[in-house]
C-alpha cells in the first residue's frame, strides 16, 4: 500500500463585484473557474513542479516564490508554524477560465486557491471565516474574495478593528507576501504578519436562477489597482446617497419571484466608480445607457463587472442580442469584445480523490 497522500482538487469560481451601486460590497460567483490538482509523492531536485492550462498560461510566473497561488499558501502555511511547503508535494497544475485583468476577479480566485492550497498543505482545519481573513490580508476589499469563497450573491463589509489589529491588516503587502525564499540555509526574516481575527462578515442575499449574467470582455487587461488610482478620496453626499438607496433596493429586487426591469435597471446605477472609470474604458456610458430594458426586453440592468472593462448585463433571455449591441457599441471605440453566458453558482470546493 502506498503512503502518499490523495490528490486534492480546489475550484474556485470568477466574481463579478460591485453591480453597479455596491462598489466594495457586494459580489456574485459566476461559472468560470480556476481549477488546482495537486499531487504529492517524491519530487525530483527537492523542488515541487507548477504548470498551467488555460487563462494566463503564458504569462503567469511558475517560481512558487513569485506565482501569486503558491506565495498565498506559503503565506498561511508560515502563519500556521510550517517554514516550507511540505516535502512530499510533487506538482501543482493550475487550469484557469477566468481571463486576467477584466474584472471578472480572477486574483480574488487566485488568492481564494491559495488560502485553501494552504489550508490543504499543512491540513490546517481553518474555518470558512479564518480563511477569509487571511485573504484579506491580501485582496483588501472584501467583495471578490468572499463571494469566491463562499458562493452565491454576497454582501460583506470589514470589521473595524481595534488599534493594534489595524496595524496588523494594514503592513505592506510586501510583508505578507516576500517574493524570494532566504539564502540556502538562512532562516526566513521576520514572522509574517498573523491576520486579526474575524476582519470580513458577509450575508447571503436571494437569487433568483433565472437571472443569468452576459459577461461583455473586451479584448484588453485593466489592472485594477490602475482602475482604482483614478477614484476620488471624497464624494458628496448626494452621491453616496444615490449609491445607498440603490444598493438597499438592488439587494433584494435581484431575489424576487418575478424581478422588475425598471426596478433593477435604475437600482444598476452607481456614481461611485463608474463615472471615474470611464476615462479607462471607452465605450462604458454608451453601453450602460443605451442597452435598457426597453431596447432589449429580457435585460433587468447594466453595469461594469469588478473595476472593469468587463461589462455585466443581467437577464432573463435575449441573451445574444443584448452581447451583440454592446460588441456593435465597443466597436464604434475599435474595442473587440468576447462574450460569455455565465450562471451565479456555488462557491468553492475541495476535493481529495
Ligand atoms: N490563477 C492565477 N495565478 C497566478 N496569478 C494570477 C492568477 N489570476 C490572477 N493572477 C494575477 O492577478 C493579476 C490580475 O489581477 P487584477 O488586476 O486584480 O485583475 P482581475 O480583475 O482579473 O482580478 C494577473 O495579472 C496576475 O498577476
Ligand atoms: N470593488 C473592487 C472590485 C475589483 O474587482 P476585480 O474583479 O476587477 O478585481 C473595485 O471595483 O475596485
Same mark, same amino acid.
Given at each position: 500500500?502506498?503512503?502518499?497522500r490523495?490528490?486534492?482538487?480546489?475550484?474556485?469560481?470568477? *466574481?463579478?463585484?460591485?453591480?453597479?451601486?455596491?462598489?466594495?460590497?457586494?459580489?456574485?460567483s459566476l461559472s468560470l473557474y480556476? *481549477?488546482?490538482?495537486?499531487?504529492?509523492?517524491?519530487?525530483?531536485?527537492?523542488?515541487?513542479?507548477?504548470s498551467?492550462?488555460?487563462?494566463?498560461a503564458?504569462?503567469?510566473?511558475?517560481?512558487?516564490?513569485?506565482?501569486?497561488?503558491?506565495?498565498?499558501a506559503?503565506?498561511?502555511?508560515?502563519?500556521?508554524?510550517y517554514?516550507?511547503?511540505?516535502?512530499?508535494l510533487?506538482?501543482i497544475?493550475?487550469d484557469?477560465?477566468?481571463?486576467?485583468g477584466? !474584472?471578472?476577479?480572477?486574483?480574488?480566485a487566485?488568492?481564494i486557491? !491559495?488560502?485553501l492550497?494552504g489550508?490543504?498543505?499543512?491540513k490546517?482545519?481553518?474555518?470558512t471565516?479564518?480563511?477569509?481573513?487571511?485573504?484579506?490580508?491580501?485582496?483588501?476589499h472584501?467583495?471578490?474574495?468572499?463571494?469566491?469563497?463562499? !458562493?452565491?450573491?454576497?454582501?460583506?463589509?470589514?470589521r473595524?478593528?481595534?488599534?493594534?489589529?489595524?496595524v496588523?491588516?494594514?503592513v505592506p503587502l510586501?510583508?505578507?507576501?516576500?517574493?524570494?525564499?532566504p539564502?540556502?540555509?538562512?532562516?526566513?526574516?521576520?514572522?509574517?504578519p498573523?491576520?486579526?481575527?474575524?476582519?470580513?462578515?458577509?450575508?447571503?442575499?436571494?437569487?433568483?436562477?433565472?437571472?443569468?449574467?452576459?459577461?461583455?470582455?473586451?479584448?484588453?487587461?485593466?489592472?485594477?489597482?490602475k482602475?482604482?488610482e483614478?477614484?476620488?478620496?471624497?464624494?458628496s453626499?448626494?452621491d453616496?446617497?444615490?449609491?445607498?438607496?440603490?444598493?438597499?433596493?438592488l439587494?433584494?429586487?435581484?431575489?424576487?419571484?418575478?424581478p422588475d426591469?425598471?426596478?433593477?435597471y435604475?437600482?444598476?446605477?452607481?456614481?461611485?466608480?463608474?463615472p471615474? #472609470?470611464?476615462?479607462?474604458i471607452? !465605450?462604458?456610458?454608451?453601453?450602460?445607457?443605451?442597452i435598457?430594458?426597453k431596447?432589449?426586453p429580457?435585460?433587468?440592468?447594466?453595469?461594469?463587472?469588478?473595476?472593469?472593462?468587463?461589462?455585466?448585463?443581467l437577464?432573463t433571455?435575449?441573451?445574444?442580442?443584448?452581447?451583440q449591441?454592446? #460588441?456593435e457599441?465597443?466597436a464604434?471605440?475599435?474595442?473587440?469584445?468576447?462574450?460569455?453566458?455565465?450562471?451565479v453558482?456555488?462557491?468553492?470546493?475541495?476535493?481529495?480523490?
Amino acid at each position: 500500500m502506498s503512503n502518499t497522500r490523495p490528490t486534492i482538487v480546489i475550484k474556485v469560481p470568477a *466574481t463579478s463585484a460591485n453591480i453597479g451601486p455596491g462598489f466594495d460590497v457586494v459580489g456574485l460567483s459566476l461559472s468560470l473557474y480556476l *481549477t488546482l490538482t495537486v499531487k504529492f509523492g517524491v519530487p525530483s531536485f527537492d523542488r515541487f513542479d507548477i504548470s498551467y492550462s488555460g487563462e494566463g498560461a503564458e504569462e503567469v510566473s511558475l517560481d512558487p516564490y513569485r506565482n501569486l497561488l503558491t506565495r498565498v499558501a506559503l503565506y498561511v502555511l508560515r502563519c500556521n508554524n510550517y517554514r516550507s511547503f511540505p516535502s512530499d508535494l510533487l506538482s501543482i497544475h493550475a487550469d484557469n477560465q477566468i481571463p486576467f485583468g477584466r !474584472g471578472l476577479g480572477s486574483s480574488g480566485a487566485a488568492v481564494i486557491a !491559495g488560502v485553501l492550497l494552504g489550508n490543504a498543505l499543512g491540513k490546517l482545519d481553518l474555518t470558512t471565516e479564518r480563511m477569509l481573513d487571511y485573504a484579506l490580508m491580501i485582496e483588501r476589499h472584501p467583495d471578490n474574495v468572499t463571494a469566491a469563497l463562499v !458562493g452565491g450573491f454576497i454582501g460583506s463589509y470589514l470589521r473595524e478593528l481595534d488599534p493594534a489589529a489595524m496595524v496588523a491588516s494594514q503592513v505592506p503587502l510586501s510583508e505578507v507576501l516576500p517574493e524570494y525564499p532566504p539564502d540556502a540555509g538562512e532562516e526566513w526574516g521576520l514572522s509574517p504578519p498573523v491576520p486579526p481575527l474575524g476582519i470580513g462578515h458577509y450575508v447571503r442575499f436571494n437569487w433568483n436562477h433565472s437571472i443569468k449574467a452576459v459577461a461583455i470582455i473586451p479584448r484588453f487587461e485593466l489592472s485594477t489597482a490602475k482602475a482604482r488610482e483614478v477614484l476620488p478620496m471624497q464624494y458628496s453626499r448626494k452621491d453616496l446617497v444615490f449609491n445607498m438607496q440603490r444598493l438597499a433596493v438592488l439587494t433584494t429586487a435581484l431575489g424576487q419571484s418575478s424581478p422588475d426591469p425598471e426596478l433593477v435597471y435604475e437600482a444598476m446605477k452607481d456614481r461611485v466608480h463608474q463615472p471615474y #472609470r470611464k476615462t479607462l474604458i471607452p !465605450g462604458l456610458p454608451a453601453v450602460t445607457s443605451q442597452i435598457t430594458p426597453k431596447s432589449h426586453p429580457g435585460l433587468l440592468g447594466i453595469c461594469l463587472s469588478g473595476a472593469g472593462p468587463t461589462i455585466l448585463a443581467l437577464a432573463t433571455h435575449n441573451f445574444e442580442a443584448i452581447a451583440q449591441s454592446a #460588441r456593435e457599441i465597443f466597436a464604434l471605440e475599435n474595442i473587440e469584445v468576447d462574450w460569455k453566458l455565465l450562471e451565479v453558482i456555488d462557491g468553492s470546493e475541495v476535493q481529495e480523490l
